[in-house]
């Protein structure tokens, strides 16, 4: 691929992302100042040849499906322990831009798909390590799944969602801390995936 066909792709994706549709091969055009259309033209067939965009019916030329990325910022909120539980106020901190298909959420709506700051090494052996940011959406947990739990109305902690017995108790993915088994266990949100930064 071309530098000239990588930019093309590149503002192809870029608009559709910003207006819901694709460009004209006009607004492209225009976009890089072509000062003719055949030009342009024969870059998106060159583009169409390799695969990564396709004309549709109303003459615009937009990425294939599989190329789409449904990127969206998601807030990212203050630290969860993943060590003890503690008081927390949530405050969101900053935005991260990700594309919640790559984490199994399909039809994610803001208010429902958010990041929390881990701050602990409770989790390390389900590979979350202090510094990662997980990505938690709002469902119902089943055993088994990692939550964002509040425990006895008062303090927040990153666990396991465990049945023991009749009974939901929180664990650790570090054998140095003890299974939490509280009064009362709220969910505020379950674990589908994890954002390492260098």
Known sequence: ??????????????????HGVPPSARAIQKHFRYGSHTSIVRQLHALADAGHVE????????LKSRQ?????????????????????EQEPLEKVRVDPQMFGVRNARPDHFW??????DSMVNAAILDGDLVLMVR??????????????????TLKRLV???????????????PDLRPR????QGVMVGVIRRA
């Open 1 to 18: 691929m071309t530098e000239n066909q990588e930019a093309t792709l590149d503002f192809i994706g870029a608009y559709q992302e910003k």
């Open 55 to 62: 004309q549709l019916a109303n003459g615009s030329w937009g």
């Open 115 to 120: 990041a929390l700051r881990v701050k602990g």
């Open 163 to 177: 049945r023991e017995g009749r009974r939901l108790i929180l664990r650790a993915a570090n054998p140095r801390f």
């Open 68 to 88: 789409v990325q449904l990127h969206f910022e998601v807030s990212v909120y203050g630290d969860i322990p993943a060590g003890l539980p503690a008081m927390r």
């Open 139 to 156: 469902r119902d947990p089943r055993p088994g799944d990692i939550i964002a739990a509040l425990v006895d109305e008062t303090e927040v």
């Open 184 to 187: 009362k266990i709220e969910a």
